[in-house]
């Protein structure tokens, strides 16, 4: 590609993703927006991006209606217990799969494939009744099992990308050095891993908080609700969304997700293999 050529391409590859991004901002803008309007606002036929009149009133309004609190609190449960179980079963099962040659590793890839492709209406019956046969219904801990067997194909297939990523000329140096394999694992692998299994953790986190359907179906008594089930109690029995206090009470279930992100996204990002090898 000459540079007569290079500019135009480069400017409308800025151009598409600036577009990119301004979709994927709009919803969160536009509920931060409503969640700040007062309810003349909110019935206007003309709406605005940015209030006129700024008001709290929904989020106080949201906390008496919900409890939200309680709800928020039980989704963090499940969200780290799912993030911390699913990685500790994952990180070493990954590291079997990607240094095993044959067809148990290649079946095992071909399970964490196949077994996104199932839909939750598939699974929500033997699920209901394995929980059922073992006490776990109504419970969190019945709720953060079916989190982590949903998140951890997923969750394998993410960490192994990481383990092939890592030479294997450095396992074999610290092995002529004299480290054992458990020595090797601890001290020169699973550092290099860090990256992955942060991010590994970030997505079993996300995944687990903003999970509905299971919720919903494994959690009957409401003081066990996670805080995607509680939103949905701002609709109406004709299904009319209660807009301002729901758009304030979702505006908040998505700050941890954006808080965690923000947090740890240099950890994800950061490269920690550069200059693993020293010449």
Excluded at 114 to 122: G, N, R, Y
Excluded at 144 to 158: D, E, G, T
Aim: hydrophobic residues 60%; charged residues 10%; contains cysteine.
């Amino acid at each position: 590609m000459n540079t007569r050529t290079r500019g135009p391409v480069r400017a409308g590859q800025y151009a598409a993703l600036l577009c990119y991004l301004v979709f994927l901002a709009f919803p969160l803008l536009w509920l931060i927006s409503t969640a700040f309007k007062p309810a003349q606002e909110l019935a206007s036929l003309h709406p605005t991006w940015i209030p006129e009149h700024p008001t709290l009133g929904n989020f106080r309004q949201a906390f008496d209606e919900q409890p939200l609190v309680r709800a928020a609190g039980n989704s963090l449960v499940a969200a780290l217990s799912t993030a911390v179980i699913a990685v500790v079963i994952a990180t070493p099962l990954a590291y079997v799969m990607a240094r095993t040659r044959g067809r148990l590793a290649a079946a095992a890839t071909g399970w964490v494939v196949v077994s996104q492709a199932f839909p939750f209406v598939l699974l929500i019956i033997p699920l209901f009744l394995v929980l059922k046969n073992l006490r776990l219904i109504n419970s969190v801990p019945g709720l953060v099992m079916v989190y982590v067997v949903w998140s951890l194909p997923f969750a394998l297939w993410m960490l192994v990308g990481y383990v092939r990523a890592v030479p294997a000329e450095l396992e074999e140096a610290a092995s002529v050095d004299g480290a054992g394999r458990l020595r090797t694992l601890v001290s020169v692998t699973a550092p290099l891993l860090v990256p992955g299994i942060v991010a590994t953790a970030l997505f079993a986190f996300i995944t687990a908080w903003n999970e509905f359907f299971f919720a919903l179906v494994l959690l009957k008594s409401p003081e066990k609700q996670t805080l995607p089930v509680v939103l949905t109690h701002f609709l109406g029995a004709e299904g009319v969304a209660d807009l301002g206090p729901l758009a304030a009470a979702a505006f908040l279930a998505t700050l941890p997700s954006l808080v965690v992100f923000a947090v740890i996204q240099r950890r994800i990002t950061g490269g920690m293999l550069a200059g693993a090898v020293k010449s």
